[in-house]
C-alpha cells in the first residue's frame, strides 16, 4: 500500500510508502491519505498522529508528475460544479494533533503535506523547497499561503520565487521546523513528542489547536473572546478535575477524554 497507517499507544504512524518514487503521491495515495486523516479523527484510541516518509533519502518529493495527468474538464467545472473524484490533499484536516517528521526531501507538494501538520521535525539531512516557479508553476496546495504564516514574508518570498532549496539548519533558523536530529533519531524524537503529547488531556489538546488556528485568523479581542468561552466549555470537564485531582494527589492523571 502506498500509505501505511499504524496506531499504538494512542498514536497513529501515517508512513507514504513509495520510496522507490521518492515518496510522491499519486491518485492512490492521495485517496489513503484522506482515509487515514478520516481514521485518525475518528478513532478514540488515536490522540496525536506523526506522518513520515518511507526509506532515508525523500519525506515526500509532492505530485507524481507520471501519474498525475492534467483533468479533462475545465478549471471551472472542477472548482464551481459538483465535486468528484478525490479531494485535493490541501485539504487534509483533523482536530487532532499532527507531526511531520520529514526524514528526506520535503519538496513542492511534500513540503505543502509537512506544513499542514501542526509540529515539523527534520532529519538533519532534509531539504525543503518550493521548485514549481522554475517550471513555469507555483505552489497551489496552500503552499503560497502557509509559507508566509509559517516564516514570515522576507523567507517565504525567497523561497517561493527563487525555488531555491533549504537544508535542515536553514529550516530551524527562519521557523520552518522546530527540531532538527540526526537521521536515526528523528523517529525516536517524533514518537517521544507524540507521547508526551498524547499524555494530556485530550479535549484540552483538541481545543488549544483549534484555538490556535482560528485566533490567527481573528483580530485579538476576538480570539480572546473565543479563548474564554471554550474554557468554560472545559471548565467541568472529567478530564479538568481529573488533573485536579492527580495533582493534589501526586500522580499520574488518568485522562479519559470526556
Known amino acids: 500500500m502506498p ?8 498514536i497513529a504512524t501515517v508512513t507514504l510508502n513509495r520510496p522507490e518514487a521518492m515518496n510522491a503521491i499519486d491518485p492512490e495515495s492521495a485517496t489513503q491519505l484522506h482515509e487515514a486523516w478520516n481514521e485518525i479523527s475518528a478513532r478514540k484510541d488515536v490522540r496525536v498522529g506523526i506522518l513520515t516518509g518511507a526509506g532515508e533519502r525523500a519525506f515526500c518529493t509532492g ?5 498525475t495527468m492534467p483533468p479533462a474538464e475545465s478549471f471551472a467545472e472542477l472548482h464551481f460544479g459538483p465535486r468528484a473524484g478525490v479531494p485535493p490533499v490541501s485539504t487534509l484536516q483533523t482536530p487532532k494533533p499532527m507531526i511531520a517528521a520529514i526524514n528526506g526531501f520535503a519538496l ?4 505543502e503535506l509537512a506544513m499542514l501538520c501542526d509540529i515539523r521535525i527534520a532529519a ?5 523547497g518550493f521548485p514549481e516557479v522554475c517550471i513555469g508553476s507555483i505552489p497551489a496546495g496552500g503552499g503560497t499561503q502557509r509559507i508566509v504564516r509559517a516564516v514570515g514574508q522576507s523567507d517565504a518570498m525567497l523561497m517561493l520565487l527563487s525555488g531555491e532549496r533549504v537544508d535542515a539548519q536553514e529550516a530551524l533558523r527562519i521557523g520552518l521546523v522546530s527540531r532538527v536530529v540526526a537521521s536515526q533519531d528523528l523517529q525516536v524524537l517524533a514518537r517521544s513528542i507524540a507521547s508526551r ?10 481545543a488549544a489547536k483549534k484555538l490556535a488556528q482560528v485566533g490567527g485568523e481573528l483580530p485579538l479581542a476576538a480570539g ?3 479563548e474564554q468561552q471554550t474554557f468554560g466549555l472545559l471548565r467541568n470537564s472529567e478530564d479538568r478535575i481529573e488533573g485536579r485531582r492527580a495533582f493534589a494527589e501526586k500522580r499520574k492523571p488518568r485522562f479519559q477524554g470526556r
Open 3 to 10: 500509505v501505511n497507517l499504524e496506531v499504538r499507544d494512542y
Open 63 to 67: 505530485a507524481d508528475l507520471k501519474k
Open 108 to 111: 513542492g507538494g511534500g513540503l
Open 124 to 128: 538533519s539531512t532534509a531539504m525543503f
Open 197 to 206: 503529547i498524547a499524555a494530556n488531556a485530550p479535549l484540552a489538546v483538541v
Open 224 to 226: 480572546l473572546e473565543l
